[in-house]
């Protein structure tokens, strides 16, 4: 339970920085920074619930559906990024 809230204040912080960083540089960095954060949510969520998938042999339905349909929306977080990014 401790280590839940050291990473959820580490998690605050970090968003507190990243906010507070495109508040003040309201420019193209601001929207290259929120871009390379969206790569690294998309990459953490598809690599972690393969991970998950994988390890653990469960019924598909309702526990590997979830872990699956975070797979899904982490590879469509990352495309949508990377599409954007390229266009500059």
């Known amino acids: 339970m401790k280590n839940i809230w050291w990473i959820t204040i580490l998690a605050g912080i970090i968003f ?16 290259t920074t929120i871009d390379w954060f969206a790569f690294l949510a998309g990459i953490y969520l ?3 619930g393969i991970y998950k998938i994988l390890k653990y042999k469960a019924p598909f339905f ?8 975070r797979v899904v929306i982490g590879a469509c977080v990352f495309t949508i990024h ?3 990014f390229m266009r500059f």
């Open 46 to 48: 598809v690599v972690e």
């Open 82 to 84: 990377l599409l954007q």
């Open 16 to 31: 507190l920085t990243f906010i507070a960083t495109c508040w003040v540089f309201d420019t193209s960095f601001a929207e």
């Open 62 to 69: 309702p526990s590997q559906f979830l872990r699956f349909l």
